[in-house]
């Protein structure tokens, strides 16, 4: 019997198990699957908190509707019906003092209607002017990478970057747009620049026609009723029992032949065929540290974020704004990133009647150390910036804190092709070991679902030669 052993019980490992003993099944073969997760629980950022009949995402709190992988699983794994989409609205930019209505028809910041964009007053004259020059100014030389804020800056001006592309794209990937990859992060718009010359042009002949008449907006995002652990419960439900192992902490990995060695921090050794690492990326090094190339490996920067949920009573919030919420531009003078005004966003399964939930993030670049602050101080900074904004009377009837150290893995420029050099030493040099996760080819839970199933494919494909 062939070994797999995937390591890490995020999703992206829960993912590659499931459709691995899915197609073992259905194919017959002599295949064991193997999941180690280090800590006592699985779902990695995924973590539900249901409390006095409040439902709170400690991490994500949704995906993609257009992605389709994470829709698909969740009906693999029986739970299509707990699906929901969520309650559609305005959503706002804070800059300044005030909250903007987010521009309509655009495009992660970039319009694709031009009067709406004229409209707005989120921007200034010459803001709106230097944004039209998108329209005028050549494309870019060829460039195999470079930073989404440089890219940005030069078709559309520094006003609308740090107005509204910069919140949008942080709320993201919480990092730094003028470090971040292009081509690791939205090599589309990239294509649109060198294929039509200007970002709005190309965005407005590729893009599907949307409605000019106002009306209610589509539902963006699905999460689940029960919340999204629901999801990591019932895919972990449908995985045979020996399968899962938690509390297994892998120091390193040793080849052996054509086979592995895994060595625990309890000093038991595993032995496997092949080997899926689905762990953040600083694990992956340290696992692959007795091999030469490791050490090669360049470093990936992640940073910290937190995020402190408060619950009210509905009366307490005077002014309930009608919206889903809003991102912070980085010209603000405040320490939130972001706001979902989760008893806005999803009605109908987080929030009791008469309550209401705000969920805020704080660990903007270079105020990462706030997330080493205590609760009670997470929770000022939170209050005080929210009541600037919306009026706010009392205390909340609880908050719940989640802090996230190093969690979020930043693509900077030439990312792609740092994952591209690896997944090569890797074929070269162990051959049956694969990555996959966060840290390579997207953060997204659909992302991450995607990755699992594209290892599922390499790791049989392997077995099969």
Known sequence: ?????????????????????????????????????????????????????????????????????????????????????????????????????????????????????????????????????????????????????????????????????????????????????????????????????????????????????????????????????????????????????????????????????????????????VVLIATPHGVMKKLLKPFEFAADLPNMKATSVANVALAFDLSAVKDDIDGTGFVVSRNSNYRITACTWTHKKWPKTTTPAGKALLRCYVGRPGDEDVVDLSDEALEEIVLHDLKKIMNIEGDPLFSVVSRWKDAMPQYNVHHKQMVEQLEANLKKELPGVFVAGSPYKGIGIPDCIDQGEAAVKQILDFLAE
């Open 1 to 273: 019997m062939r070994t797999i052993t995937i390591i890490g019980g995020g999703i992206t490992g829960l993912t590659a198990a499931y459709y691995l003993e899915k197609q073992i099944k259905e194919a017959n073969l002599d295949y064991q699957v193997r999941l180690l997760e280090a800590g006592n629980r699985l779902g990695g950022k995924i973590q539900t908190e249901r409390r006095d009949g409040f439902m709170i995402e400690r991490g994500p709190d949704s995906f993609l509707i257009r992605k389709q992988s994470a829709e698909r699983l969740a009906r693999e794994v029986g739970i299509g019906d707990k699906l929901v989409k969520n309650g559609t609205g305005t959503s706002y930019i804070l800059a300044g003092e005030k909250l903007h209505h987010m521009p309509q028809s655009s495009f992660m910041g970039i319009p694709t209607r031009v009067r709406p964009f004229l409209k707005s007053d989120l921007f200034s004259l010459s803001g709106k002017l230097r944004a039209g020059m998108d329209f005028i100014k050549p494309k870019g030389e060829a460039a195999d990478d470079q930073s989404l804020g440089k890219f940005f800056r030069r078709r559309v001006g520094d006003e609308v970057v740090e107005n509204l592309i910069e919140p949008l794209l942080s709320g993201i990937y919480a990092g730094d747009i003028d470090d971040l990859s292009l081509m690791a992060t939205f090599p589309n718009f990239y294509q649109l620049e060198q294929q039509h010359g200007s970002l709005i042009r190309g965005l407005r002949k590729t893009m599907p026609a949307q409605p000019s008449t106002a009306g209610k907006k589509k539902s963006m995002f699905y999460s689940l009723d029960g919340g999204l652990e629901s999801l990591v419960e019932a895919i972990a439900a449908k995985l045979s029992d020996e399968v899962v192992q938690t509390n297994k902490i892998v120091e390193t990995i040793e080849k052996k032949g054509s086979h592995y060695q895994l060595h625990t921090k309890k000093g038991t050794v595993l032995t496997a065929d």
